[in-house]
């Protein structure tokens, strides 16, 4: 990647997520923020967009290739987020992945998901929906999941 690529991103990084931590959510000036990665490089995370945040050096540091950084309360959206750019990375189900997105764009009730009829869907069901799908492609063959599946059940989700 070239260095105006990145610095393009970086700028429409703060233009989304204003110059503050994705962890800890302080403010702080551009250049002492780095760049992010929601699937670390060494677990096979992409340097597009969606798997972009910026975050403090201190933050950045603790979390090292860890889901989320030691003093982090993880969400089910946040290992939702997870499960989908794992999934988006491998190519995935297009009709899944389009299940998910039009999840992350109206977080309301969508049509033709999965669920009866009425009810909408909490983040909770869309990573367990997404867990499945990766252990079913993981079954049949189609994609090596072992070390997101590990690296993933290590997170605490407190709800
Ligand atoms: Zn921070």
Request: proline share 6%; aromatic share 12%; hydrophobic share 35%.
């Amino acid at each position: 990647m070239n260095s105006e690529h990145k610095r393009n991103q970086n700028q429409k990084l703060v233009e989304q997520y204003d110059p503050r931590c994705h962890w800890c959510r302080q403010f702080y000036l551009k250049d002492q923020l780095t760049r992010e990665h929601l699937r670390p490089k060494s677990k096979g995370g992409s340097n597009r967009m969606a798997n972009l945040r910026l975050a403090c050096r201190k933050c950045n540091q603790k979390r090292g290739n860890k889901p989320f950084p030691p003093e982090y309360t993880p969400t089910w959206k946040d290992v939702f987020q997870l499960g989908f750019l794992f999934i988006w990375d491998h190519g995935g189900n297009e009709q899944i992945v389009n299940l998910c997105l039009a999840h992350l764009k109206s977080n309301t009730k969508y049509p033709d998901t999965p669920f009866p009829h009425g009810h909408v869907p909490t983040w909770k069901d869309i990573f367990q929906l997404i867990l499945l799908f990766i252990w079913d492609m993981w079954e049949h063959g189609l994609i090596e999941a072992s070390s997101f599946v590990n690296w993933i059940e290590q997170v605490q989700i407190q709800n």
